[in-house]
């Protein structure tokens, strides 16, 4: 089955007084119709910059956008400005992080997402609703066009659990309704968890790691998803035991390290030379992706001895 979305060779760039942050450099992935790719990574790894590229949202001013990103058999990067803002709503479309602010199709969207007497709280302010409330007409205002690609960015940023879980169940039921290729922005492992077919770890504007949920949370490659999934709270963990953290801070885009952009925090650093995004060997055609200098040998050792016991 061919992708409905396929991203290749994606680059972002900002040209700052600075220096040129490469917010993005060198991303390819494919999704199908109907299924669900989360992206996950720290904040400034490029996954919202990755979302806002492919819906066009990065034209002009300082960025600089190469690659192709093909939506439906249509290539977005070269197409006109007025074609992209076409398809934005009608074919695509994103619930952003946090939202505050959007009769007849509104008041039926709202309906569906589950806010209570919307005939009548249509005409609210964003300050009346709630946060979970405010999430879910911003999911609305997102399907009201019925897109087949949907782009959620952090759908759950700052709501308790409760409502997490109401958020995320919405998402799913919203999504075998519609049909839509859905993309799950975020940090938090245990909503990609929850919704997610397929995971792509980024770090320093690139995939580090690729592979099925299951391949990535049970058979983990890269240190920084060993990293990611060691920082996770765990209903099965012993609340006693502390949380691993990964030590120092995302790097700068403007300067990366030479290298692997994870080697100056990666305890296991590996070899000079920025390793390529290859298929991990014992599960050749399963399509489990890593970029990392260790060799296999060496990551499955680490991982069985270091690792495992703490995930």
Same mark, same amino acid.
């Given at each position: 089955m061919s992708n409905f979305l396929e991203v290749n060779d994606l680059r972002i760039h900002f040209a700052t007084d600075d220096g040129l942050v490469k917010a993005v450099d060198g991303l390819t992935f494919g999704l199908e119709r109907g299924h669900t790719l989360g992206i996950v990574g720290e904040s400034g790894s490029g996954k919202s910059v990755t979302s806002l590229g492919i819906l066009g949202l990065h034209r002009g001013g300082s960025a600089r956008v190469r690659g192709e990103v093909w939506l439906d058999g249509e290539e977005l990067i070269s197409a006109p400005r007025e074609e992209v803002r076409r398809l934005r709503g009608r074919k695509m $479309?994103?619930?952003? #992080?946090?939202?505050?602010?959007?009769?007849?199709? $509104?008041?039926?969207?709202?309906?569906?997402?589950?806010?209570? #007497?919307?005939?009548?709280?249509?005409?609210?302010?964003?300050? #009346?609703? *709630?946060?979970?409330?405010? #999430?879910?007409?911003?999911?609305?205002? $997102?399907?009201? &066009? &019925?897109?087949?690609? =949907?782009?959620?960015?952090?759908?759950?940023?700052?709501?308790?659990?409760?409502?997490?879980?109401?958020? =995320?169940?919405?998402?799913? &039921?919203?999504?075998?309704?519609?049909? *839509? $290729?859905?993309?799950?922005?975020?940090?938090?492992?245990?909503?990609?968890?929850?919704?997610?077919?397929?995971?792509?770890?980024?770090y320093g504007g690139k995939c580090v790691e690729y592979g099925s949920a299951d391949q990535v949370f049970r058979r983990p490659e890269h240190p920084y998803t060993w990293g990611l999934l060691g920082s996770m709270p765990r209903l099965d963990r012993d609340v006693r035991e502390r949380l691993i953290s990964i030590k120092g801070s995302p790097p700068s885009l403007i300067n990366l390290p030479s290298g692997c952009a994870f080697h100056p925090r990666c305890p296991y650093a590996g070899r000079e030379g920025i390793p390529s995004l290859t298929e991990v060997p014992q599960l050749e055609g399963d399509g489990h992706l890593v970029a990392c200098h260790l060799p296999v040998a060496t990551r499955s050792r680490i991982f069985a001895e270091d690792v495992a016991p703490h995930l």
């Open positions: $479309a994103m619930i952003f #992080q946090d939202p505050l602010a959007a009769r007849r199709h $509104a008041i039926d969207m709202l309906g569906r997402v589950g806010i209570p #007497q919307p005939n009548r709280r249509i005409d609210d302010y964003p300050h #009346q609703f *709630s946060g979970g409330m405010r #999430q879910r007409a911003m999911i609305a205002m $997102a399907l009201v &066009n &019925n897109p087949e690609l =949907l782009i959620a960015d952090e759908p759950t940023t700052a709501l308790d659990v409760t409502v997490q879980a109401q958020i =995320l169940d919405l998402i799913r &039921n919203l999504q075998a309704e519609f049909g *839509s $290729a859905v993309i799950i922005i975020t940090h938090d492992l245990g909503v990609v968890a929850e919704l997610a077919e397929n995971l792509l770890v980024m």
